[in-house]
């Protein structure tokens, strides 16, 4: 239908219905982001933006309201290639291509930092690594709960949480440089929407894949990404 949808566009949603305001999607590239939001294109960013350094620098940021772990999505029949970081860091990445969209350049330049030999390159859009990749790019590097999403739509395609220990980054909601009201706001929003079980419910929905399927084993990241079950 043309409908926007994900866990960040049902918050976003049920934010501007608490507040009895008229919603308005506006879109952004990540590398004009902080120059929209200052400019005061729009009052608030509620796309997965990753609170590192240099953004906490430029915006304002709510606390933090899901973690995000680095991951990659590769063909299902290179999985095992991509298992266990220490194995990569053995060969420092040699021959290897890393696709990366704007919001993860933390993880990819940890990527660069462990595989010196590995190149990194940008990449348009995820639709673009899944429909466009004609072997160009190894691997791309995401949250593996961005990542999940994606696989549903593209089953083709499998998420890795490179072994032994997981990287993990916050996402927040972005504002204004300094509109520091508004941030604590959705600080506060955000801790009611943990405590009435909201957040929970949408994460178990649109991340984990709990009634994306009938009839059959729900698709799980804590099963099918993180192998934690079985």
């Known amino acids: 239908k043309g409908e926007l949808v994900g866990f960040d566009v049902e918050m976003a949603h049920r934010l501007a219905r608490e507040l009895g305001v008229t919603l308005e999607f506006v879109p952004f590239e990540l590398d004009t ?9 729009f009052d608030v960013i509620m796309a997965g933006i990753a609170m590192l350094t240099q953004k906490l620098k430029e915006v304002s940021f709510s606390d933090p309201y899901m973690d995000v772990t680095f991951a990659l999505v590769v063909k299902d029949s290179r999985r095992k290639e991509f298992a266990n970081i220490e194995e990569i860091k053995r060969t420092g990445g040699r021959g290897l291509t890393f696709g990366v969209r704007g919001a993860y350049e933390y993880f990819a330049a940890k990527a660069a930092e462990n595989l010196p030999l590995a190149k990194v390159v940008l990449i348009k859009s995820y639709r673009d690594f899944f429909e466009n990749n004609n072997d160009d790019v190894d ?22 949480v490179p072994k032994p220990v997981p990287m993990v980054v916050p996402l927040g909601y972005a504002v204004a440089h300094g509109d520091t009201e508004m941030a604590e706001f959705l600080t506060h929003w955000i801790d009611l929407k943990k405590k009435d079980k909201t957040i929970e419910k949408l994460y178990n929905y649109w991340i984990l894949g709990q009634g994306a399927a009938e009839n059959k084993v729900r698709w799980s990241i804590i099963r099918d990404v993180f192998h934690w079950v079985e």
């Open 33 to 41: 982001m902080v120059e929209q939001l200052n400019g005061d294109h």
């Open 139 to 160: 691997a791309l590097v995401t949250g593996a709960e961005v990542g999940a999403a994606w696989t549903l739509l593209y089953p083709g395609y499998d998420v890795v």
